[in-house]
């Protein structure tokens, strides 16, 4: 019997360092791969940017009501995310596409919503753990926080107007008037949605906000 219960407590011990090296590798490892793609992804868009510039489109302002047109390619990089709450040092490119070959490297643009400062809704999705963990906090971010989306030419202000957890399968969140798939747009939104619970995935955060502005970029972020 103590031969038993020494094999089933050591056996214990080993699982236990497994599941405590796969929650590292989850939260750290990933985050070094993720790391070492923001990199690439970063340095790629300013590469565009700087080139387009220099072919003479310059930094013009737009305004809200016509929010510039941009070319969108599944896994390729067109903007940056900056949420001051997160950090004074926090941001992320913004890819096309939400599937997982594109939420392992980046937070993603969801197919199909409008593009940053469009009448209806600009939504992102990005993972809680792994990847850098780059929405792990997004449950805590209130009301009243900003959210900032730079373009080529502009950055454009959302501020957070409200959060909501809903099942995965509610893609009502997403619609133009979230939740009322039959109304025009009226309004510029922004929707920021993440597992929850962190480890488990089986519902969503969903937090909402509305454009407050839109302003010229005078140079490109490095």
Known sequence: MRTVIRGLSELLVTLGAVVLLFVAYLMWGTALRADSAQHQLSSELNQQWASANAGGQGHAAVRPAQPEQLSLVTGQPFA??????????????????????????????????????????????????????????????????????DTRLNTYTYKITGQQTVLPTDTAVVDPVPGHPDQRPRQRLITLI?????????????????????????????
Request: aromatic residues 10%; glycine residues 12%; charged residues 5%.
């Open 80 to 149: 940056y995310i900056r949420i001051p709450a997160f950090g004074a040092h926090w941001r992320f490119t913004l890819i096309q596409g939400t599937a997982l070959a594109q939420l392992n490297v980046s937070p993603g643009h969801v197919p199909g919503t409008q593009l940053p400062g469009q009448l209806g809704n600009f939504a992102v999705a990005g993972h809680r753990v792994t990847a850098g963990n780059p929405f792990w906090s997004l449950p805590s971010l209130k009301d009243g926080a900003l959210v900032y989306i």
């Open 194 to 222: 993440t597992c929850n619970p962190a480890w488990t995935g089986t519902h969503r955060v969903i937090v909402t906000g509305q454009l407050v502005s839109a302003t010229a970029r005078t140079a490109v972020s490095s």
